[in-house]
């Protein structure tokens, strides 16, 4: 049953998962609840997915643009213009009163 969140099926069957890049920094293994990646594509999820280093330029220092040979252009990213997105300076504002 879709939706019993206590049971094996916590609902994941109501969404479609695929064509994801995963990637820990760490090295750790992905994992999905406590499946390992092949037993998640088993159990019919991500079946255009990888776990690769996505290859951003330069992570620590907020540079996420990707790197040539990306694998998250493989799998179908389209890069955007990143400094068009998220919060910017707003001029400052000055009290005339």
Not at 41 to 47: E, P, S
Not at 65 to 87: C, M, N, T, Y
């Amino acid at each position: 049953m879709v939706g019993d969140y206590g049971s094996e099926n916590d609902g994941r069957d109501a969404c479609a998962f695929d064509h994801n890049l995963y990637w820990i920094t760490s090295g750790e293994p992905v994992l999905f609840g406590n499946k390992t990646f092949a037993q998640w594509r088993a159990a019919g999820h991500d079946k255009d997915s990888r776990i690769a280093d996505p290859l951003f330029v330069d992570p620590e220092k907020g540079d996420f643009r990707l790197k040539p040979g990306s694998p998250a252009v493989e799998i179908g990213f389209e890069p955007w213009d990143l400094p068009d997105v998220g919060p910017r300076p707003q001029p400052a504002v000055r009290n005339v009163l």
